[in-house]
């Protein structure tokens, strides 16, 4: 018990290390080259790996979908990852990986579990940075494995996997009807997004347009890092302040260079930034990922994908500023 809480930890002091976990699969042979290739998703987002059980295919599901499953009293969708990412298995998937996602519960059949590593974040490039382009990955990430060999594998972009299979804009449509158009932000300033996910840049900027506030967004927690000090020097030589130019950062989590969590640390301990309000937006949600935020120091923690709540919460935040 002690070696388990241990391991739990250790994991949890990662946040502030800008460190992360991967647990790497495989699915199969890809179509171009015919290899098998490794995929990775973060720990945090994993609940559990278990064989897969029973399966109840549902009329009229979105394509890929296998059914659903029950498992520990829920009953939970089911999704082939193998031909999502156009990959052909050796043998039939019989594990699945079960994740929690964006307010979310589903699961994924793959070929086999590989192994867990623990990676720095500037070991993960971006993929639109490397010029991949639109894909169902955020990033790709470098390691060494026991033999010293150097290994890249892709890091699934979940939000557009989900994206693929079952489109939210209509969702969000419906929700941004309910949004009110009353954040106001300091005349001059923007709020400064940061997001690894195309996708969820794009959902993000539908909830800032409805919002009808100004925003820029980048594409990472270092980029967003260096845009600060950017616009820092800049209103400097105006003989001004950060707090002229940026009423707040909205951030993402999970980002290659530098994740949200280092992000908030570096504004809230940086003089210049001290007072410049943080807001969270992941779609890593529970009580362990919230704590985490307010131990660095975030001013309020929104799980994708729910406008209103957002507009909400920076509303929130900024009234105390």
């Given amino acids: 018990m002690k070696s388990v809480q241990r391991e739990i930890d250790e994991r949890t002091n990662l946040t502030g290390s800008n460190k992360f976990e991967l647990l790497l699969f495989r699915l199969g042979k890809d179509a171009v080259r015919g290899q098998s290739e490794l995929f990775g998703i973060n720990v945090f987002k994993v609940r559990e790996i278990v064989t897969i059980p029973e399966i109840t295919p549902i009329a009229g599901a979105p394509t890929h979908s296998m059914g659903v499953a029950r498992l520990r009293e829920q009953v939970i969708p089911v999704f082939d990852l193998p031909a999502i990412v156009g990959c052909t298995p050796a043998v039939e998937p019989n594990l699945m990986i079960v994740t929690e996602y964006a307010r979310s519960t589903q699961a994924f059949a793959v070929e086999s579990v590989e192994d867990i590593v623990r990676l720095d974040w500037n070991q993960v490039m971006s993929a639109e940075a490397s010029e991949v382009g639109r894909s169902l990955i955020t990033s790709i990430a470098r390691f060494e494995d026991s033999q010293g060999e150097t290994h890249l594998l892709q890091v699934l972009d979940v939000e557009a996997i989900l994206q693929m299979i079952a489109p939210v804009e209509d969702r969000q449509q419906d929700q941004l009807k309910t949004v009110s158009h009353e954040v106001h932000l300091k005349p001059g300033t923007i709020i400064l997004a940061a997001d690894d996910s195309m996708v969820a840049r ?50 993402d989590l999970e980002m290659p260079e530098m994740d949200g969590f280092t992000l908030t640390r ?33 001013d309020g923690y929104v799980v994708k994908f729910a406008a209103d709540e957002l507009a909400d919460t920076i509303r929130r935040v900024l009234a105390k500023y």
């Fill in 266 to 298: 570096n504004i809230k301990q940086d003089s210049r930034f001290s007072r410049l309000p943080v807001i969270i937006h992941s779609s890593l949600s529970g009580t362990a990922n919230e704590e985490h935020v307010r131990r660095v120091g975030a």
């Fill in 202 to 251: 794009s959902l993000m900027e539908n909830a800032l347009e409805t919002m009808n506030v100004p925003f820029e967004m980048v594409k990472s927690g270092k980029e967003a890092w260096d845009r600060l000090n950017a616009l820092a020097k800049a209103a400097e030589a105006e003989g001004k302040t950060i707090y002229d130019k940026v009423s707040l950062v909205l951030s």
